[in-house]
T-cell receptor
Framework: EDKVVQSPLSLVVHEGDTVTLNCSYEVTNFRSLLWYKQEKKAPTFLFML??SGIEKKSGRLSSILDKKELFSILNITATQTGDSAVYLC?????????????WGLGTSLAVNP | GAVVSQHPSWVICKSGTSVKIECRSLDFQATTMFWYRQFPKQSLMLMATSNEGSKATYEQGVEKDKFLINHASLTLSTLTVTSAHPEDSSFYIC???????????FGDGTRLSIL
């Protein structure tokens, strides 16, 4: 059965800390892995990863994919209180009707001032 | 770019009422749109997938006669919750995607409260 597992489930840090969020997957016919940030409303798109070893970066956030070991990490450096959110990882398979995303349960990050 | 607008953002109505939620892709054409439901502190639960001009594909356990989905154009999909009851109260979120090689982009969601 296809699955996506995120760890840790929750994390509390202080402003300025660096955090690493993990996402491992077991998916038949992998196509891409996506990271989203969800605050009080709906998720906002962060990164889409398709190739191993190529880091994607946006400001203080970065992510990388390892297709051999079947995982991805999301790094946030110099965290701010505005980074507090649930970070969701999802994998898009390359087969099946409409290629629906397989979602992890998310990592809840709280950044304290 | 890739903006998805969902309307209304909040609905409160009486039991037995039907409620329509709209999802529009504002600056791109969405081949596929998705409808999710989310309960507090839980992950997204996919309800159905709709392709423009085709009937929606519903997930197991989701009643298609209860949750009517229409995807009449490449920029608009609607979800109608028919004869809503308190147990239908939830956060409903739509997303839209250009094609398989692009990510899903989400609307802001609709909080539905049935009294």
């Amino acid at each position: 059965e296809d699955k996506v597992v995120q760890s840790p489930l929750s994390l509390v840090v202080h402003e300025g800390d660096t955090v690493t969020l993990n996402c491992s997957y077991e998916v038949t016919n992998f196509r891409s892995l996506l990271w989203y940030k969800q605050e009080k409303k709906a998720p906002t798109f962060l990164f889409m990863l398709t190739s191993s070893g190529i880091e994607k970066k946006s400001g203080r956030l970065s992510s990388i994919l390892d297709k051999k070991e079947l995982f991805s990490i999301l790094n946030i450096t110099a965290t701010q209180t505005g980074d507090s959110a649930v970070y969701l990882c999802a994998v898009a398979p390359n087969a099946g009707n409409n290629r629906k995303l397989i979602w992890g349960l998310g990592t809840s990050l709280a950044v304290n001032p | 770019g890739a903006v998805v607008s969902q309307h209304p953002s909040w609905v409160i109505c009486k039991s037995g009422t039907s409620v329509k939620i709209e999802c529009r892709s504002l600056d791109f054409q969405a081949t596929t749109m998705f409808w999710y439901r989310q309960f507090p502190k839980q992950s997204l639960m996919l309800m159905a997938t709709s392709n423009e001009g085709s009937k929606a594909t519903y997930e197991q356990g989701v009643e298609k006669d209860k949750f009517l989905i229409n995807h009449a154009s490449l920029t608009l999909s609607t979800l109608t919750v028919t004869s809503a009851h308190p147990e239908d109260s939830s956060f409903y979120i739509c997303s839209a995607r250009v094609n398989l090689n692009q990510p899903q982009h989400f609307g802001d969601g609709t909080r539905l409260s049935i009294l």
